[in-house]
Every structure is written in structure tokens, then in C-alpha cells.
């Protein structure tokens, strides 16, 4: 694996970022991009198609003078968009929508979906303020996700058509037959969860052959509805670490039936991002690459991906540097580039 990390490295193209994370006008797309944008241990994921329509799946945390709704604009200008056509809340945890009032002030939000209504959360003394503000920003205007339900963007002559599927919501998944996992033991079925995470909202983005998974926190009873006992996701390209890349919601089985190419693991410098799903991923035959929004600071260099495949180095000064995907379905292939780096290495889909 050592040697594989260190040829890698090697390999990687010297292209300036600029070429690869500034997205072109809407006129001359030809890629689809995403940016996973570094709020600090919350989520924010931009997605911008090659109709120029843009997605953001959460809104970091809340506080901080608006720093997460700042950064999502700065990602925004980067992509060359102006309004958020379309913003998922995966789950109403601070760190994936208390930035939402802020960013509101900032850009304009066309449509908001989420997993449904709530009236309380246990886990959070401010619910009703933060909940009511989240609501007060969409007018009271949101939409209830649920799992089979996709969500319509537009498409451009030329390319594949683009579909983003909803596999998660409120507790319940997709349920499709396929065929059943080998991966799978006895007893991994989808068991009840009414924990807020499990709740979140799970995405499966398709364009062509590439797919990429996002499904925010949600937890490994819900999950393995998904994967057990039939993979109704099968094998992606690019995975975005569940629940900042924790142990709970990144089983072995779980990731040997993705068989991610590449991983970006939006962790902060001490939440998420543990060591023993760095070295799950490390140790996947499929696996290319791992990326993280921040090291680690509470493990050590090894227990972390190597620093080339790491954003964020330092906890301060602290840059908000992003990892941006660009991908190129008539290439067959995706460039993934670190912006604190300013390098990129591309990979084939799948
Ligand atoms: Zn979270």
C-alpha cells in the first residue's frame, strides 16, 4: 500500500488548480462539478451540472461571524454560479443546516428539500430557534424528500442525462431487488433507528457510468438496507465518507460493497476522520485515493492519508481550503484536485 500511496503521489499532475476547479461559463460546460467544501467537521457539498444548475447538500454549522455560509459563496463564485437552484438538509443537526439562515442573507436559495417536519430533538436545547430559522429562510416553502423520489435537473444535448436519486429519508430506503451481496452476512439487514442521524437524507448522484454516494450521518442500521442483502447502489466512483468519516457508519461491508475509487472524508481537525476507517479505505483493493478536508490532529501522520491527499494541514490559521471534483463523462474520467496544493490527479470511472 505504501508503495502504491508513494507512486501516486509521484503521479500527480502538476496542473494548475485553476484549470481544474474553476468551473468554464454556463455556455461552454462540458463537466459536472462538485466542491466539498471545508466547514469545519459539518457538511457542505456543491454540485453544479452542466446545465450550469447548482445543488447544495448542507450548509455547514451556524456562528462563527457566518464563517461556512461565507465559504459556500466563495465555492459558488469559484463554480461560476449565483443562486442555489436547489438545497438538500440531509438532517437537522447544527453542523448540516445551522448555516442555512446565514447563507440565505448571502446568495438566493431557490427550493429546499429536506427529510420532513419536526416539532422537537431531543439532543438539541436550541431546536426550536434553530429549526424555526432554517424555516423562516425557506418561508415555510420546504420539500419532503423521500427514498425512491429523484430530483429533476435540467439536461444539456450532448451528454448523458444527469439523475440524483433519493436512497435515504426520514429512516427509510430504497428497496429495490438486484441481485444479493456476497459481502453480506446473516442478521446485517436494515434494523429500526430513530436516532436524527438515521433520518438523513441519502444521495446518489448518476451521469453516465460515474456515481457518486453521499449520505451524510446516516447510521449502519439504516445503511444496510442499502447494501443488505442485495448492493442496490453497487460499486461508485467517488464516496463521500458517512457521518465525517466515523467508524459507526463505515463498516468493512459496507465499504467493500461500494468499493469506492476515490473517498473524500469531510472531517475537521478532531471530529471524524478516525484512524481505523482511514485504514479500512487504505486497505481497499479498489480504493485509488482518500481525501481529507483536515488532518487529524489527534492521530499521527501515518494514521492520517499521506499530506498530499489532506486539505486543511493545520487546526489555525486554518485556510478552508476545498477538495473539487470535476467530472468529464465523454472522457470516461474524473480529476480531483486540492486547492491547498494546487494539484490534480485524475482517475477513470468505473
Ligand atoms: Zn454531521
Known amino acids: 500500500m505504501r508503495a502504491r500511496i508513494v ?12 484549470s481544474t476547479i474553476l468551473a468554464k461559463s454556463k455556455s461552454s460546460r462540458t463537466t459536472l462539478n462538485i466542491y466539498f467544501i471545508d466547514v469545519e467537521g459539518g457538511a ?15 450548509a455547514g454549522w451556524d456562528g462563527a461571524d457566518g464563517r461556512d455560509a461565507k465559504r459556500i459563496q466563495e465555492a459558488m463564485q469559484l463554480a461560476g454560479v449565483t443562486t442555489i437552484d436547489h438545497l438538500i438538509v440531509t438532517h437537522y443537526h447544527r453542523d448540516h443546516y445551522g448555516g442555512v439562515p446565514e447563507l440565505s442573507r448571502l446568495v438566493t436559495i431557490k427550493r429546499f428539500y429536506d427529510h420532513g417536519e419536526m416539532t422537537a430533538l431531543g439532543e438539541d436545547p436550541q431546536f426550536a430557534e434553530r429549526y424555526g430559522a432554517y424555516q423562516a429562510a425557506a418561508k415555510n ?10 430530483i429533476s435537473l435540467k439536461n444539456v444535448d450532448g451528454v448523458p442525462p444527469i ?4 436512497v435515504a429519508a426520514n429512516a427509510v430506503t430504497i428497496d429495490t431487488k438486484t441481485k444479493p451481496n456476497p459481502e453480506c452476512n446473516p442478521g446485517l439487514e436494515k434494523k429500526p433507528d430513530t436516532s436524527e442521524n438515521g433520518r438523513s437524507v441519502g444521495l446518489w448522484l448518476q451521469w453516465g457510468a460515474f456515481d457518486f454516494l453521499n449520505l451524510a450521518d446516516l447510521t ?5 438496507g442499502l447494501i443488505c442483502p442485495d448492493n442496490q447502489i453497487g460499486e461508485v466512483d467517488l464516496y463521500q465518507a458517512t457521518w465525517h468519516g466515523g467508524t459507526l457508519a463505515n463498516n468493512e461491508i459496507l465499504l467493500r460493497s461500494l468499493r469506492p475509487t476515490v473517498t473524500v472524508m469531510i472531517n475537521g481537525p478532531r471530529k471524524g476522520g478516525h484512524q481505523e476507517v482511514i485504514k479500512l479505505l487504505q486497505e481497499l483493493p479498489a480504493s485509488k485515493a482518500l481525501y481529507q478536508l483536515h488532518r487529524n490532529v489527534q ?5 492520517n492519508t499521506p499530506a498530499a491527499f489532506i486539505a486543511n494541514l493545520e487546526e489555525q490559521p486554518d485556510d478552508g481550503n476545498l477538495i473539487a471534483v470535476a467530472i468529464d463523462a465523454k ?20
Open 220 to 224: 449502519a442500521p439504516i445503511m444496510s
Open 163 to 166: 439523475k440524483l436519486l433519493c
Open 331 to 350: 472522457k470516461g474520467s474524473f480529476i480531483v484536485t486540492n486547492s491547498r496544493t494546487k494539484r490534480s490527479q485524475s482517475y477513470r470511472v468505473k
Open 7 to 18: 507512486l501516486l503521489v509521484v503521479a500527480l499532475l502538476a496542473t494548475p488548480a485553476s
Open 141 to 150: 416553502e420546504t420539500i419532503t424528500l423521500k427514498a425512491g423520489e429523484t
Open 44 to 58: 457542505a457539498t456543491l454540485i453544479v451540472t452542466p446545465a450550469g444548475e447548482s445543488v447544495l447538500i448542507d
Open 299 to 303: 492521530t499521527t501522520a501515518e494514521q
